[in-house]
């Protein structure tokens, strides 16, 4: 009888264990299916767009000072490759410096405006008038302040990142429900400890979905900066492809700010990812 009880025992539990690694199995061919159908498409359309504009160009036989090639693009990718390397690390290094510098600062400035609420009274307001200042316009005035180097391009990405993180950040934390916020007060939490076991760690989601966002400007802002005053930077060759009419660098260039901006939007939904399941 015993040996009949542990042979059953021993069946449902490979049963069981069966039915967990089918469902798992099955969640992850679903997850799959929805992840290709998720890029297929789109990366179908934006081949069939450039295959028509390479029909296009050739069948009217369009100036390459009017309008390149993708071939053509591509072509001089391949030749300016070590060129475009070296401003590409420029411009990297702008952009990753001020997305990581505003995006301490952000962290810092939402802690403190949840502490003392009078902070965020004073300076919120001012805040979102900041933003209602177009990036051309304050480039200028910190080439002028700071010089050609790479100082006046990483503040120019810290003004133009900061407040979308800060705004992402703060908004998750004031809507955290009442009953968790009520349940800390219960308990005696201090401000601290509240803010480090729960509004932090609850307001993730859309602090980095405000990262996310933010990365994509980090590439505008370096560019912009560049292209008004720079020795170096992607920027910088844009403008010089310009005044020769050279269009295919510049679209060439400017295919390398799509790239290096999906893969920061792309890394940052992978963190997201990782950080919130």
């Not at 952000?106 to 009274?121: C, E, L, N, Q, Y």
């Not at 429900?177 to 800390?184: G, H, R």
Request: one cysteine or more.
């Amino acid at each position: 009888m015993k040996n009949l009880e542990t042979t059953d025992k021993k069946k449902i539990t490979t049963d069981k264990k069966k039915i967990t690694n089918d469902k798992y199995f099955g969640e992850l061919r679903e997850n799959k299916k929805e992840l290709y159908k998720h890029y297929i498409y789109p990366t179908i359309t934006l081949l069939t767009l450039f295959a028509l504009w390479q029909v296009i160009v050739v069948k009217i036989k369009v100036p390459g000072y009017v309008l390149p090639s993708p071939v053509d693009i591509i072509e001089k990718l391949i030749e300016d490759r070590d060129l475009l390397f070296m401003h590409s690390k420029v411009t990297l290094i702008e952009a990753g410096l001020g997305l990581i510098i505003s995006l301490i600062f952000a962290m810092f400035s939402g802690f403190i405006m949840d502490f003392f609420p009078i902070v965020r009274k004073c300076f919120y307001p001012l805040l979102y008038m900041t933003q209602m200042i177009p990036t051309i316009t304050i480039a200028p005035l910190l080439l002028i302040w700071f010089g050609f180097g790479i100082h006046s391009k990483v503040l120019c990405v810290i003004l133009t990142c900061f407040f979308p993180i800060l705004v992402t950040f703060m908004d998750g934390m004031e809507n955290i429900d009442n009953d968790y916020l009520n349940l800390f007060r219960i308990m005696k939490s201090s401000k601290l400890k509240t803010f480090i076991h729960l509004k932090f760690p609850m307001s993730m989601d859309k602090f980095l979905s405000g990262i996310k966002m933010s990365s994509t400007y980090a590439f505008i802002a370096a560019t912009v900066s560049e292209w008004l005053g720079g020795t170096a930077g992607l920027g910088v060759y844009m403008v010089r492809a310009k005044s020769a009419y050279a269009l295919d660098k510049v679209f060439a260039s400017t295919l390398l700010i799509i790239v290096f901006s999906l893969f920061f939007v792309g890394l940052f939904t992978v963190i997201k990812k990782i950080i919130i399941k």
